[in-house]
């Protein structure tokens, strides 16, 4: 079967303008670069995680916007409000999880055809021969895993609920075969296994072989905010390998390759927690105690006025996806054609109730949530609106985060309660809670495994706001209710929304 394949010349900022047949495509190296970058390119749209599987659909379905019948919620869109009540079958929801289905298997095609033909290729077709081609080799293997796994998040029950039967199908060849579906642990070590294939060839290229376009060695005064600026506004550190080794923030790199795995142990339950804790405490000891590579972005670059302010503190983001139009879209979109905020935020006063007192003061609701300043006003969050600074708008007008540093941190302090050890959990937590400025001594209150758990998530609803990990954490530690965005102060029963419907159509071809 002959596939065309979007690519584009460029990397990251350029829209596909045309498709090549595969024969030629893969005949050199350059044409591995473009086949990777329309994959990128595509993982960044508004159909996943540009919108659906971030800010839009999949916060909706976490309860993170008011869809109830007060001035403010009855602006949400309607698409917020049916996802909201696991109404998955609607005009306005169906389309949605159809595309999603459709296009997350597309792209996995895509790469399928890239690890078909990486396999066969000579090193000699590369500019930098081997080291090049173990690079698009072990990125094409992670985001299969990637995307793979988001799928068995949505479309089956968590492993939690010790779900019997088979559910989708884990495709690792192109072809227009559905496939054979697998039980969720079957699924999770297929996960496992193609992130086996990445790792070593990833932790080779970017902590060995180019490890100058993941941390600041060569800056003057180096520090983790510019290690942050090296992984992804890279214009301010040229080196003559040129920009497809560059931006490595924008792309599957081995950070973020820790951070997947540790994810997926984590969801996988307790039995993989040792792999879970290994690779998040690689992160944190290694690349973030030891070596600085990663760390929380400054409170002056919080705290500061509007323009300039890091609503993302992206310093922490391991790995985002890029969409050239985001935050025009977004702005647009926000406000619609009445100026009223489409995208409420439900129950922050409650969220914040307990590090928002008048004592304490967390930056994510000092400086990360905006209100409109209409008769009807509405909380709404500043990750994806536009800033006019040029530093600021290079990185984080086009980013969704995918993986957080502060997430792993949830890992290991959760990892920690479960094994009994409430001072070592409290102070991973701590970690992220004093760069978030959020000062309330956890030290007072919490004493139990239990009173630990609801910190941590009580805090990570708080800074994965919007990115779509809420919904996944809720499933994960199979939480029966939450607070609820369609009647604020009452509790929504979460388990009927946890599995999305498989689309009718299973093929994407």
């Known amino acids: 079967m002959t596939s065309l394949l979007a690519v584009s010349c460029g990397w990251l900022d350029i829209t596909p303008e045309n498709a090549i047949d595969e024969d030629d495509l893969f005949a050199t190296g350059y044409g591995f670069r473009n086949s990777l970058n329309g994959v990128y390119l595509k993982i960044g749209s508004r159909d996943l995680y540009g919108e659906n599987l971030s800010w839009g659909f999949l916060s909706a379905a976490a309860q993170e916007y008011l869809t109830d019948n007060s001035q403010q919620g009855a602006n949400s869109m309607q698409v917020s409000k049916d996802a909201a009540d696991f109404i998955y079958n609607s005009a306005s929801t169906q389309p949605v999880i159809q595309t999603v289905w459709e296009t997350q298997y597309s792209v996995i095609a895509n790469i399928n055809k890239i690890i078909e033909h990486i396999d066969e290729a000579d090193k000699s077709a590369f500019a930098y021969g081997e080291d090049e081609r173990s690079l698009i080799k072990a990125e094409a293997y992670a985001l299969r895993a990637m995307l793979h796994f988001d799928l068995l998040r949505l479309f089956a029950p968590a492993p939690a609920t010790a779900p019997a039967g088979t559910y989708i199908p884990y495709r690792d060849e192109f072809s227009s075969s559905v496939g054979e579906k697998l039980s969720v642990m079957q699924f999770i070590e297929r996960c496992l296994q193609d992130i086996a294939t990445a790792e070593p060839l990833l932790k080779h290229f970017d902590t060995e072989f180019h490890p100058e376009a993941m941390h600041a060695t060569l800056a003057s005064g180096s520090s983790t905010e510019w290690s942050a600026r090296y992984r992804y506004d890279s214009r301010i550190h040229l080196d003559e390998m040129g920009e497809f080794f560059w931006y490595r923030g924008w792309r599957m790199n081995y950070l973020s390759l820790l951070a997947l795995k540790a994810r997926i142990c984590m969801y996988a339950g307790q039995a993989y927690y040792p792999n879970a804790k290994t690779a998040a ?86 400086y990360q949530i905006l209100s409109s300043n209409t008769s009807s006003q509405a909380y709404y969050t500043g990750k994806y609106s536009t800033s006019a600074e040029t530093v600021v708008a290079t990185v984080e007008n086009p980013m969704v985060p995918l993986f957080r540093f502060s997430e792993v941190c949830y890992i290991l302090a959760e990892i920690a309660a479960d094994e009994g050890r409430i001072s070592d959990g409290i102070n991973y937590l701590k970690t992220v809670r004093e760069a978030r400025g959020a000062l309330r001594d956890l030290s007072l209150t919490v004493t139990t495994a239990e009173q630990l758990k609801e910190e941590i998530l009580l805090d990570a609803r708080k800074d994965l706001m919007c990115e779509g990990q809420v919904f996944y954490m809720y499933k994960r530690m199979n939480r029966q209710t939450t607070p609820s965005a369609s009647a604020p102060g009452q509790e929504k029963q979460m388990q009927s929304g946890y599995v999305l419907p498989v689309p009718t159509s299973e093929s994407p071809f």
Not at 287 to 311: H, L, M, S
Not at 322 to 349: F, H, Q
């Open 281 to 366: 405490r690689e992160l944190y000891d290694t690349y973030y105690k030891d070596e600085a590579w990663i760390g929380f972005t400054p409170a002056e670059n919080i705290t500061c006025q509007p323009d300039v302010r890091y609503y993302k503190m992206y310093n922490d983001v391991l790995m985002g996806a890029y969409y050239r139009n985001l935050a025009t879209e977004y702005d647009a979109v926000l406000y619609g054609n009445d100026n009223s905020v489409k995208y409420p935020l439900a129950n922050i006063e409650a969220l914040f109730s307990s590090d928002n007192t008048g004592i304490y003061s967390d930056y994510r609701i000092q």
